[in-house]
């Protein structure tokens, strides 16, 4: 079995990152038969640069066949300028849209060695592992009416839309019902069904569904700003969150937070499965291009490079490979080994490259 992985490195840190993400796919390759090859395009501001667009026809295409796409990052003030249709993010919402990955899942995941780098006192994340289940494809991202019109008289009307049918709905409760049965079974669905229609209709499906379907999973509904507050206040209180893709967008930021660094954040953004294996997937890390640390080798690639242990669990079916990567990124950080962003006082600040190094070297250690 070979796989497609196409890289798609982006702007500021992300082909920094992605660099130490390839490294790794090698290492793959070379010690335990991985066979995956690897491909490159642009993507967000660099392809805009080159083709006025922010994904070309030629790397959506071969988005579309790889098994697999890591993508890095997007943006930057550089194209604060350029026209809104063509703007860096617009690729990555293409790719969301095109590929139908419809299901965002945003894992925050305290990691023991990392309990002191989080703003939050240590009682309160110690041991935290919540994901988010985030709606990608829907809502007020992709909406219609939306724009902005000239009302006359220097008056104008910004317009965005937010929709769900039934069918998103259900089709993402589903995908957050199912991993919260195989982690510790409990569901929090969360929208403002005080406020919008939409809502509304969220919370109605997803109860129904849990009622037909999946009545053994704990179920909760939780408004959309008391989650905000709760994921705070105590967030061990939640397991899975699933929610729509704006508050998913805003809620996942503030779970990133809790653990104390964005750059340890990975994501999987899946499509259809059959037979368990995800034929469409996007993985990226959380955190954005970071423009203002961009080239000076500072930058975290954890998160690129845990998103590619996503990729090996939900793209390629290969737990014990994405365990392995895990286990050794773990045993980095246990060694007290650090990016400037997660340092402490007596840990030791090492670059991008070094970081790479040193997750190669604990992965050669463990097999
Ligand atoms: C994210 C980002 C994107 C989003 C941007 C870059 C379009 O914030 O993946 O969370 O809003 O979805
Ligand atoms: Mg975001």
């Given at each position: 079995m070979s796989y497609k992985i196409l890289i798609l490195p982006g702007d500021g840190i992300g082909p920094e990152v992605m660099k130490e993400v390839d490294r790794v796919i090698n290492w793959f390759n070379k010690e335990v038969n991985l066979s995956a090859e690897i491909e490159y395009e642009n993507v967000g501001g660099i392809s805009y640069d080159l083709n006025k667009t922010a994904i070309s026809e030629e790397a959506m295409s071969l988005a579309k066949e790889s098994d697999a796409v890591l993508f890095g990052a997007v943006g930057g003030p550089k194209w604060d300028n350029v026209e809104y249709e063509n703007r860096p993010e617009a690729g990555l919402l293409r790719l969301r849209k095109d590929l139908d990955l419809f299901a965002n899942l945003r894992p925050a995941l305290c990691f023991p060695a990392l309990v002191d780098a989080s703003a939050l006192k240590k009682e309160i994340i110690e041991g935290l592992d919540i994901i988010i289940v985030r709606e990608l494809t829907g809502g007020i991202y992709f909406g219609e009416p939306r724009g902005i019109e000239d009302l006359g008289s220097g008056n104008r009307r910004g317009i965005n839309t937010q929709v769900y049918e039934s069918w998103e709905i259900q089709r993402i409760a589903e995908v957050a019902f199912e991993l919260a049965r195989k982690r510790n079974n409990k569901v929090t669905s969360s929208e403002k069904r005080n406020v919008m229609e939409s809502g509304l209709l969220w919370n109605e499906e997803v109860t129904k569904l849990h009622n037909e379907k999946y009545s053994d999973v704990e179920l909760e509904h939780m408004l959309a700003d008391n989650c905000g507050m709760q994921l705070v206040r105590?967030?061990?209180?939640?397991d899975v969150i699933v929610t729509d893709n704006l508050f998913g967008d805003m809620l996942s930021d503030v779970a990133a937070m809790l653990t104390g660094s964005l750059g340890m954040l990975p994501s999987a953004s899946l499509g259809k499965a059959s037979n368990g294996i995800f034929t469409n997937a996007l993985y990226e890390p959380v955190h954005g291009s970071a423009p203002d640390i961009e080239g000076q080798g500072i930058a975290n690639p954890l998160a690129s490079i845990l998103s590619f242990a996503m990729a090996l669990r939900y793209s390629f079916s290969r737990i014990d490979d994405a365990n392995l990567l895990e286990k050794a990124i773990s045993n980095v950080l246990e060694a007290g080994l650090r990016t400037k962003d997660i340092s402490t006082n007596d840990s030791k600040v090492i670059s991008t490259s070094e970081m790479g190094d040193a997750v190669i070297s604990k992965l050669s250690e463990l097999i």
């Open positions: 105590w967030p061990k209180q939640f």
